[in-house]
């Protein structure tokens, strides 16, 4: 695995972005909103995501320990949280702890861990032992086994790149399956497809119902691998989709989301051709879960126009929305939120507007409002935070 494929690049470089790159996009004239502080005090936050009963789960990455270029050190820094709202609060039912990578490849320091957390069902409760009415609450954590060791051999640690099913009640984990290691094989096996393989780097997962059939079905996305699969009641992983590269190197998929009909809606990174063209090279694509057309050809573009996405979901009115982690803003730091109608996914609407620095997750809340993570790349201490968005218009 090169170290290069890794998502989160040098932090010097996040800033030079917002000077490379001349303009942004600009909001609706009809749309305007008001951001307000969830939770404070996060390690490099990534997704976020809401249970049937409301409670909000976070996964952090981990913090950053010194370390020459070039190996992996491991911590046990990672973490995903739950909380629930009293009185417009959040309070923290419980914190599960996660291996967590962390390197300076790049002459600037990284974390990778948990990364993508999704959730569904109503009986994540206290009094429910965590597991009944369709709760489901899901973690995957980044990169692989296979590709770590290659870069440091004999680096010791169980969880990175798997994928684990969290208890609603207390946050015990189970694991699901070794996401990582699977992809990173696979990704060996068709190495015509990248110049760069064989990698890893499991990035996010989606737990839903299948709106036909009622089963739960669980879709992770490979930043790595560049992959769509979905992860089965065994462990194995069935590869859905290989996600197209760019004009100058992969796409990097971020984020999976399930669209109103029924597909699943990926986000790009595609981090290099933003750097070399401008804002706008970062597409979204549809994938039916379901098709029969071969991985090569199961991914088809449906918007384009973003900018360095890393994060996705739908609302309740059906519309689309990204993280744009590098999105330039002329009045603030890079970042900002882009809402897609799903009708017309050419009207792309920016919001934020430098008010939502490295966004990395969002999740709409019960209330109706969006609430990010934001600082994700940014491995300085605490500094991490979710915000809530509010939009009119």
């Not at 993508?116 to 009415?133: E, T, Y």
């Amino acid at each position: 695995m090169r170290i290069s494929r890794s998502l989160w690049i040098l932090s010097a470089a996040l800033m030079s972005v917002a000077l490379l790159f001349a303009g942004g996009g600009v909001a609706s004239a009809s749309t305007s909103w008001t951001i307000a502080p969830v939770v404070g005090g996060l390690n490099s936050p990534r997704g976020v995501a809401f249970d049937g009963q409301g409670s909000m789960y976070v996964a952090e990455a981990g913090q950053f320990f010194p370390i020459d270029v070039g190996p992996f050190g491991v911590s046990r820094t990672g973490k995903v949280d739950k909380f629930t709202f009293s009185g417009g609060a959040a309070n923290r039912v419980w914190s599960t702890a996660f291996d967590s990578l962390y390197d300076s490849a790049h002459g600037a320091p990284e974390v990778l861990g948990p990364a993508g957390v999704s959730a569904i069902g109503n009986g994540c409760m206290k009094d429910s032992h965590g597991q009944r009415n369709g709760c489901q609450v899901l973690v995957i954590i980044s990169e692989s086994r296979d590709g770590v060791n290659a870069t440091t051999p004999g680096l010791t640690f169980s969880q990175i790149g798997h994928l684990y099913r969290l208890d609603g009640a207390s946050g015990t984990p189970t694991d699901k399956s070794d996401v990582g290691d699977q992809q990173y094989a696979w990704s060996a096996q068709h190495a015509s497809l990248w110049q760069e393989f064989p990698d890893s780097n499991p990035y996010d997962v989606l737990v839903t119902k299948d709106p036909t059939t009622d089963t739960i079905r669980t879709f992770v996305i490979d930043a790595g691998a560049n992959t769509v699969s979905e992860v089965m009641p065994n462990g194995t992983n069935h590869i859905i989709a290989f996600i197209p590269n760019d004009p100058i190197r992969d796409s990097t998929p971020t984020c999976v989301a399930q669209g109103p009909d029924g597909a699943l809606y990926i986000g790009t990174l595609d981090l290099a051709a933003n750097f070399a063209f401008g804002p706008g090279q970062s597409h979204v694509y549809r994938v039916d879960p379901n098709t029969s057309e071969s991985y090569l050809t199961a991914a088809h573009v449906w918007a384009s126009g973003l900018t360095t996405t890393t994060a996705c979901t739908f609302d309740r009115a059906g519309n689309f929305w990204a993280t744009d982690m590098f999105q330039p803003n002329p009045n603030g730091p890079p970042g900002d939120l882009v809402r897609i109608p799903f009708n017309n996914p050419s009207a792309l609407v920016h919001i934020g507007g430098g008010a939502v620095p490295f966004p990395g997750g969002i999740a709409q809340g019960p209330d109706g409002s969006m609430y990010v993570t934001v600082y994700s790349a940014i491995t300085a201490p605490g500094i991490g935070a979710v915000v809530k968005v509010t939009t009119n218009g």
